[in-house]
């Protein structure tokens, strides 16, 4: 097998491993195409955002066009935010086990051709974001400034998590600003509830990698609450279910989106207490099944939307 036809470590099989032209595998694995989830929790608080705002307008008739636009822009966005993380962790990433073999640090693809790509899937994530009002342009344009700083959180605090949330909960934020063309105190409250929704899952991610983040120097919640993570788990999980219920009750929410909360909530209970720390494969499985847990969630927020808007 050639060098760029060559899986990261951890790869499953996935059509980019086994359909893609050899050429481009590596950029595609540079914006973990390969992996989708990333792009499912990204786009997710999204399609929150735009069903709970819809409710509150009673107006189902821009989500058919604003869905697909999340779709794309949260899968080219995410694609560009990992590049960028590539290319600032390069030296760490060849350091750790599960990362060495990336793109970069096992020379697939140099620092320039990643910075390249960079900018053609930053390019694409504007011309989606243009698509939509001044307020919610604004608005995207913002959260950049969070992408940029999150990779170096690791080197000095054991909280890169809270980071990582400002930044994949955005969305929380932008299907108000899409469809409202404000952000108000339900946007404001599920933006905190998410925020602490990717706290929790990306601890359960984060100790995949504990022993090499501790031997190399990168700091993380899993490292920092350790054998408390069951704990810290129910405490982050409680605070986003009681925070987008703060979301929904500040909505106007009916009954639908009420039962998309518990169906989500009794997703996170189910995770919280099935953790084992310990076992590499089980916190990757409980991660990814993060995506199930937040499309109950958009189901029950976009049946309580149709219903406001008859």
């Keep these: 097998m050639s060098e760029a036809a060559a899986p990261v470590a951890d790869s499953t099989a996935n059509w980019v491993d086994t359909h893609a032209p050899v050429w481009v595998r590596p950029y595609l694995r540079l914006a973990r195409f390969d992996r989708p989830i990333g792009w499912w929790l990204l786009l997710l608080p999204c399609w929150w955002s735009a069903a709970l705002a819809s409710g509150i307008a009673q107006d189902l008739r821009f989500l058919p066009i604003i869905i697909p636009l999340f ?20 030296n760490l990433d060849a350091r750790v086990e599960r990362t060495k073999s990336r793109p970069i640090p096992s ?7 990643a910075a390249i790509f960079l900018i053609l899937q930053a390019l694409i994530g504007l011309a989606v974001l243009l698509q939509f009002n001044a307020f919610a342009v604004a608005t995207g344009i913002a959260s950049l ?3 940029a700083i999150y990779p170096f959180m690791k080197r000095i605090t054991y909280w890169p998590q809270i980071v990582l949330g400002l930044a994949f909960s955005w969305g929380a ?14 946007a404001i409250a599920l933006y905190l509830g998410t925020i602490c929704w990717v706290i929790g899952y990306d601890t359960i991610y984060a100790h995949q990698d504990s022993e090499d983040d501790l031997l190399v120097g990168i700091k993380s919640t899993a490292l920092l609450f350790g054998e408390r993570t069951q704990l810290a788990l129910a405490i982050f999980y409680g605070l986003a279910a009681a925070l987008i ?13 009420w039962a998309g909360l518990v169906a989500f909530t009794a997703h996170l209970l189910w995770q919280t ?7 590499a494969a089980l916190c990757l499985r409980l991660f990814k099944s993060n995506r199930d847990a937040g499309l109950l969630l958009f189901a029950g927020l976009l049946a309580d939307a149709a219903l406001r808007a008859v």
């Design 173 to 186: 934020l932008m299907g108000f600003a899409v469809v409202l063309s404000r952000i108000d105190a339900a």
């Design 245 to 257: 219920g703060l979301s929904l009750w500040a909505g106007g929410s009916g009954w639908a989106a």
């Design 107 to 113: 020379g697939q693809v140099t620092v320039v051709q």
């Design 71 to 90: 779709l794309v822009g949260a899968m080219v966005m995410r694609g560009a935010g990992c590049t960028w993380n590539d290319i600032t962790d390069r």
């Design 145 to 147: 400034a969070i992408v």
């Design 273 to 279: 207490g099935k953790v084992d720390i310990g076992d």
